[in-house]
């Protein structure tokens, strides 16, 4: 079982719609989370993060966080065509400098 | 200011030859990461750098792949005896403090083709 799992996609949706992407993790010790956003041919860009539980929002970003069922989320509100992208989760521990990257979820909003 | 910038963007080399990967982190950054993509997979972590001493290289599969940085400067990546396992994206990426919610800014990559 990998540490990290996440849905490969290809998600469609229609522009405007909100879009949930999602990520289960099976290490508890696990307490930073990031999301990042890759366009095609080139380098992840940070999206978010957040530290341990909760919620956190930006724009039309949120980013959620459950521990307690090792389940993180990123919501995209009103989507646009320039949102679509591939989609990956990230995390870390305490003591260690290693991220734990998802395989990624590729996103396609249709105009 | 410049990003994270990558060398060569693309290589193509035949079983058996070495390759060399270069980054160029952003200035000042003290922390520089190596990870690998493959076709379809998440970037896999390959080894950390804070300043010149790479406390964390456990991500490094083989003896084959060795790296190294200059002051908090150039990292080069070394493949041996490459093999066609190796292909994939190289990402580097860099950050000011190597903090865990310090921002990674990655490069654009080297796509490696091993024939």
């Known amino acids: 079982q990998k540490e990290v799992e996440q849905d490969p996609g290809p998600l469609s949706v229609p522009e405007g719609a909100i879009v949930s992407l999602n990520c289960t993790y099976s290490?508890?010790?696990?307490?930073?989370f990031m999301w990042y956003r890759q366009y095609s041919r080139k380098g992840p860009e940070l999206l978010m993060y957040?530290?341990?539980?909760g919620n956190k929002e930006d724009g039309r970003f949120t980013a959620q966080v459950d521990k307690s069922s090792k389940y993180i989320s990123l919501f995209i509100r009103d989507s646009q065509p320039s949102d679509s992208a591939t989609y990956l989760c990230a995390m870390t521990g305490e003591g260690t400098y290693k991220y734990i990257f998802g395989t990624g979820t590729r996103l396609k909003v249709l105009a | 200011g410049a990003g994270v910038s990558q060398s060569p963007s693309n290589k193509v080399t035949e079983k058996g030859k070495d390759v060399e990967l270069r980054c160029d982190p952003i200035s000042g950054h003290t922390a520089l990461y190596w990870y690998r993509q493959r076709l379809g997979q998440g970037l896999e972590f390959l080894i950390y750098f804070q300043g010149n001493s790479a406390p964390d290289k456990s991500g490094l599969p083989s003896d084959r792949f060795s790296a190294e940085r200059t002051g908090e400067s150039v990292s080069t990546l070394t493949i041996q005896r490459t093999q066609q396992e190796d292909s994939a994206v190289y990402l580097c990426a860099s950050s000011l403090t190597g903090g865990r919610l310090d921002t990674q800014y990655f490069g654009p990559g080297t796509r490696l083709t091993v024939l």
């Open positions: 957040t530290y341990s539980s």
């Open positions: 290490n508890s010790a696990f307490q930073y």
